[in-house]
């Protein structure tokens, strides 16, 4: 089954801002919790599938010269994502430094992997998942359309143009683009009314 018009719309909208946070070195990220309630959101519950294939330790360093030791552990983890039948799948590391309990370090840097592996492998999935973001933090759209996909009110464009080309106000004009901005339409129909437009608009002013 392929995704909806209706999901294929929201993975192709920006990102909101909002949900964007920024590390220490001031890397803009999303959270693990956000991704996921998200997923739910667009795909909805039972449609979508986490598993993590791989979860290798990479060190576990003791701490010497103190009173007890203290434990520095890290891991590297790779999660596949299943939606509508296609696995994206991504590698990534997580640790936990400098920790009390060696327990309680290696727990931590177990999720730390899963969770920035899980992120990395939902990111394929575009802008709402974060991947706009790797273009020097930016929230806009960075997909912008998917070629061949169908638009349901390409066929419009002879009566969008009719209408545009029938208005003799500017409020006129402004309303009927209003109409096409609500309309589900391919890049190269958008490229032909911004060309309409244009040149309606400039005779207007000219009138």
């Not at 990534?92 to 931590?108: C, F, K, L, Y």
Request: aromatic share 8%; net charge negative.
């Amino acid at each position: 089954m392929s995704l909806s018009k209706e999901q294929v719309n929201e993975l192709l909208k920006p990102i909101d801002p909002a949900r964007v946070g920024k590390d220490g070195k001031g890397f803009a990220y999303v959270e693990a919790w956000d991704v996921r309630r998200t997923m739910n959101k667009i795909f909805g519950f039972a449609e979508w599938s986490e598993n993590i294939t791989d979860m290798n330790m990479i060190y576990e360093n003791p701490s010497v010269g103190g009173a007890k030791p203290r434990w520095s552990v890290a891991y590297r983890a790779r999660c596949e994502i299943t939606v509508n039948g296609v696995i994206y799948a991504e590698w990534a590391s997580g640790d936990a430094t400098n920790q009390p309990s060696r327990s309680e370090a290696h727990d931590m840097a177990i999720k730390t992997a899963e969770s920035q592996a899980f992120k990395r492998a939902a990111m394929n999935l575009g802008d709402q998942f974060g991947l706009g973001l790797y273009n020097a933090g930016s929230t806009d759209a960075s997909l912008g359309d998917v070629v061949d996909r169908e638009h349901a009110d390409d066929g419009r464009v002879p009566d969008f143009i009719e209408l545009l080309k029938g208005a003799s106000t500017k409020i006129e004009i402004d309303g009927i683009a209003e109409q096409i901005r609500a309309a589900d339409l391919g890049s190269a129909s958008k490229r032909e009314l911004i060309t309409v437009y244009n040149t309606v608009l400039e005779k207007v002013h000219g009138s």
